[in-house]
């Protein structure tokens, strides 16, 4: 039977719970996403990132029930999960991570890949960025 799992907090991601959700007996392969904020942005000013901000629509949780559920299906994969975070997070923290079990690795990791590409065009979450100089842009708008 098909587990899934997903969630829009405001609270820190901790990959080792999201991997709970999908480990079990029957699992085999892992794939893995975990997605940091780092200090830069290639299409940004130049400076250097302090912080981002992701606001979600109110309807981003269901949305992404909904596409973890469709990937884990098109995959045939035992369990799905993944969470995105909301509010302001420095350079460092976990911004979304994604984890998909399966009997194998292979449909494991091209689910997770799938997954994480789909999140992050069909998810309605976007972010503000904050650099150097007190200059911040708006991506996914």
């Known amino acids: 039977m098909l587990r899934t799992s997903a ?3 405001a ?3 901790v990959v080792d719970d999201l991997l709970g959700t999908v480990v079990d007996r029957t699992v085999g392969g892992l794939g893995v996403f975990v997605g940091l904020v780092r200090d830069h942005d290639p299409e940004g000013p130049g ?3 302090q912080w981002l901000e992701y606001s979600a629509h109110p309807t981003a949780e ?3 029930a909904a596409l973890v559920t469709e990937v884990a299906e098109a995959y045939d994969v035992l369990a799905a999960g ?3 975070r909301v509010g302001r997070l420095g ?3 976990i911004a979304v991570t994604v984890a998909v079990g399966a009997a194998h690795r292979a449909p494991a990791l091209a689910a997770c890949q799938v997954l994480i590409d789909r ?5 309605p979450i976007w972010k503000r960025q904050a650099f150097d100089g007190g200059v ?3 991506v996914g708008l």
Do not use: F, N
């Open 82 to 84: 993944a969470e995105h």
């Open 62 to 64: 269901r949305t992404l």
């Open 91 to 93: 350079v460092g923290d």
């Open 136 to 138: 911040t842009t708006w």
């Open 47 to 49: 400076a250097t990132v």
């Open 7 to 9: 969630r829009v907090t």
């Open 119 to 123: 999140i992050k065009s069909e998810v």
């Open 11 to 13: 609270e820190p991601l």
